[in-house]
């Protein structure tokens, strides 16, 4: 079956202990990119990938770093997290960055909680 | 980005065609018209795109105005499966076609 996987679903930390959310997908897409929803603001993109080795800003991208190095896995990394990071994150994929014309394809979604 | 306007909710009954309005006035030529919707405690679902022809697929229909500057999503029979946000999105290239800028959406209940 063609999904996004994301890991952990659910996770409590504290603040300032380093944490990572995996995302895997498994339809060969080239791009792949991380966002938060938050009440009130809507979706907003942290950081996207239009391929291996390929990373880039989205709107949002203070205090997250990402890493891609290979197609299918996208993990996002808090170094440090802090409470205002308390969110729902995110993971899509999509065949190509460059094409117009293409679904998006989102994972289950991770809820994270900073205290 | 340019930005997209729609009701803030909309109710249906069951079994009921749905029209899901969309403007979009300062569509770009190049500017895709997606649809995706949230279904509670899920991720954003992708419903269907268009450029500028109509659009049918198994879940829905997109009506795009001939100025294409508004767009109508269509639910031809509503189900209590399909009470969700529904996210009228436009697509432009810019630095990529990946990113989705989303709106507040409009809020569908379904009533049986």
């Known amino acids: 079956e063609a999904q996004v996987t994301q890991n952990p679903r659910y996770l409590i930390t504290v603040t300032g202990k380093k944490l990572t959310v995996t995302c895997s997908q498994n339809?060969?897409?080239?791009?792949m990119s991380w966002y938060r929803q938050d009440p009130g603001l809507g979706l907003r993109q942290i950081y996207y990938?239009?391929?291996?080795?390929?990373?880039d800003k989205g709107d949002v991208p203070e205090g997250y770093k990402v890493s891609r190095k290979e197609k299918r896995n996208f993990p996002l990394i808090l170094e440090s997290p802090s409470p205002n990071q308390t969110s729902l994150y995110f993971c899509?994929?999509?065949?190509?960055?460059?094409?117009?014309?293409?679904?998006?394809?989102f994972g289950p979604g991770t809820r994270l909680t900073v205290l | 980005d340019a930005k997209t306007t729609q009701p803030n909710s909309m109710e249906s009954n069951e079994e009921e065609p749905v029209h899901l309005p969309c403007n979009h006035s300062?569509?770009?030529?190049?500017?895709?018209i997606h649809w995706y919707r949230q279904l509670p405690s899920q991720g954003p679902e992708y419903v269907i795109h268009?450029?500028?022809s109509n659009v049918n697929n198994r879940m829905a229909s997109l009506a795009i105005a001939e100025d294409r500057k508004s767009s109508t999503l269509i639910l031809h029979r509503a189900t209590l499966r399909d009470a969700a946000v529904y996210y009228c999105?436009?697509?432009?290239?810019?630095?990529?076609?990946?990113?989705?800028?989303f709106g507040q959406g409009t809020i569908l209940t379904v009533h049986p």
């Open positions: 999105i436009l697509n432009a290239g810019g630095t990529s076609y990946g990113k989705l800028t």
């Open positions: 990938s239009m391929n291996v080795e390929v990373t």
């Open positions: 339809m060969n897409h080239e791009y």
């Open positions: 899509a994929s999509r065949l190509s960055g460059k094409v117009g014309g293409r679904e998006q394809f």
């Open positions: 300062t569509i770009s030529g190049t500017d895709y």
């Open positions: 268009g450029l500028t």
